[in-house]
């Protein structure tokens, strides 16, 4: 393993600023050190600790025109509600351990069990608030002053003292100047702190202010929102060696005949084809997808109520994938698993917070993964494309 450069080497601070007490009153959290500040390791704690505990996030911007993003997650160790606003638009995520829904002003109101698109942006957007403090950590240099004794406890008080050398890339422009401070506990979770920095963009400077407050909470205070139960919900499973979906319609307004129903997969972001429905699929209906394939056309089909028996060119999916419809602005999707070599997989399932891995999460920026989530709005929209480019292609 690499041994991690500092961010800074400043030079001890024999007495700290009038109000705080020294150093050597609290166990320093991990990365922060007498004499360095090892901002990616304050970044590991940090993220490390969030995963351990409940807790509420709530980190924004603003400029001299007002707010840019504010970004506000809780958890409760199994489920996790995150809402955002940008101006007078809000964005709405949920992931739970069975579900995960998406609510913007694109809008579009989602609902999903197992891998798909929703299920991905839903664990973005819910990311966003330490990615958001994760950015800002990182774009600065960073002195260790002090210990500040609140009600909560010890907090090391971090201060900036410069731009860092390979300052994160998560905003247009160049950082000219920061400053600020950040409270750290003996566990390493930031607690609070505002940071006012200076971009240079296009030869114009904007001043910015970034804040952050984390409160550590206890007992189960987040549930499934009521914005939830708008969309019509289902549930996927692949049967005949993974050559048939069983979409199980379990709530919500019905899918009329004519409907489009898409299958897409969640391995490559594609889209692998579509079927419309001939009957209409109400609570409690399961409709079936399947495909066939003759002298190299591949054809989608679906049938409601009876499961359907199989044609000869039936052909299994290879892939995870899920099945996507629409109800006006309303969507509902479903996934499976699609094991390797073995056929059908597990039913659906939505991993829950501390068990989400989105790839490369800390050197994602809240900017990047703002454009991220746009591909897959696309993806939602009632109209337009249900497939989409795998992060990072």
Do not use: C
């Not at 993003?69 to 351990?97: H, I, K």
């Not at 549930?223 to 319609?249: I, M, N, Q, Y």
């Not at 991993?351 to 920026?365: I, L, Q």
């Amino acid at each position: 393993m690499p041994t991690p450069t500092a961010t800074a080497t400043p030079t001890p601070t024999a007495t700290p600023p009038e109000g705080l007490e020294p150093l050597s009153t609290m166990d320093l959290p991990p990365g922060v050190y007498t004499e360095n500040v090892y901002a990616d390791e304050v970044e590991t704690a940090y993220r490390d600790r969030l995963d351990e505990i409940e807790y509420v996030v709530e980190a924004g911007v603003t400029n001299e025109s007002g707010n840019v993003l504010t970004v506000r997650a809780e958890n409760d160790s199994e489920v996790a509600l995150m809402e955002s606003s940008r101006g007078s638009s809000e964005t709405f995520a949920f992931l739970g351990p069975d579900a995960a829904g998406y609510k913007s002003d694109f809008p579009v109101t989602a609902y999903a069990t197992g891998p798909t698109v929703v299920t991905e942006i839903s664990e973005l957007e819910v990311e966003q608030p330490r990615d958001l403090v994760s950015s800002h950590l990182r774009t600065a240099q960073w002195d260790a002053v002090g210990v500040r004794d609140t009600d909560s406890g010890k907090r090391v008080v971090l201060n900036a003292t410069g731009v860092a050398e390979e300052s994160a890339p998560w905003t247009t422009g160049e950082v000219r100047s920061i400053d600020g401070s950040l409270d750290v506990n003996g566990d390493g979770l930031i607690t609070n702190g505002s940071i006012t920095y200076t971009v240079e963009r296009d030869g114009e400077t904007e001043t910015r202010t970034f804040t952050v407050e984390v409160e550590r909470r206890s007992g189960t205070f987040v549930t499934e929102p009521s914005w939830l139960s708008e969309p019509p919900h289902a549930e996927a499973s692949a049967e005949a060696d993974g050559k048939l979906f069983a979409v199980d319609f379990t709530d919500g307004p019905a899918l009329d005949a004519g409907t489009t129903v898409h299958v897409n997969s969640t391995d490559t972001w594609e889209s692998l084809g579509s079927v419309t429905l001939d009957e209409r699929v109400e609570s409690g209906d399961t409709f079936y997808v399947y495909r066939t394939e003759d002298n190299g056309t591949t054809s989608y089909h679906a049938t409601v109520g009876d499961r359907p028996t199989l044609p000869e060119n039936a052909t299994a999916f290879t892939q995870t994938a899920y099945v996507s419809a629409s109800v006006d602005d309303l969507v509902v999707q479903a996934g499976v698993e699609i094991a390797d070599g073995s056929g059908a997989g597990a039913a659906a399932h939505v991993e829950s917070p501390e068990r989400v891995s989105v790839a490369n999460p800390t050197d994602r920026s809240p900017t990047e993964s703002n454009g991220h989530l746009l591909l897959g709005l696309a993806a939602l929209a009632p109209v337009g494309l249900f497939a989409r480019r795998r992060r990072g292609s």
